[in-house]
């Protein structure tokens, strides 16, 4: 792949921000609609100083799979590059992971769950 190539990246908490978006990638994204099917959402105590300050919120939300198989989480798909997708990851606490999930347009997209 090369430097410039897109990703799909699904968000359904602080990365929806415009601040930590312009704080994270340096402009707005521009997202669609989606949910991820199976998936519950929960809250997490954020303590690290920098997100505290690009999120203002000290509760950020966290998902984890589902047993029951009408949950789904809401939120928005970002097209960003790989450098954008790095940047994402940095700004996520060790709370979460990077996995890949099937969207519920069909599409396949990077999110942070409960790690």
Partial sequence: MSADSHVLLFSYGTLQLESVQLESFGRLLDGDEDAMPGY?????????PEVLRKSGQKFHPIVAPSDNPVDEVSGKVFR??????AAADRYEVSDYKRVAVLLKSGRQAWVYIQA
Avoid: N
Wanted: aromatic fraction near 0%; charge should be negative; charged fraction near 35%.
């Fill in 40 to 48: 519950r959402q929960q809250m997490v105590e954020v303590t690290d």
């Fill in 80 to 85: 960003v590059t790989d450098a954008e997708l």
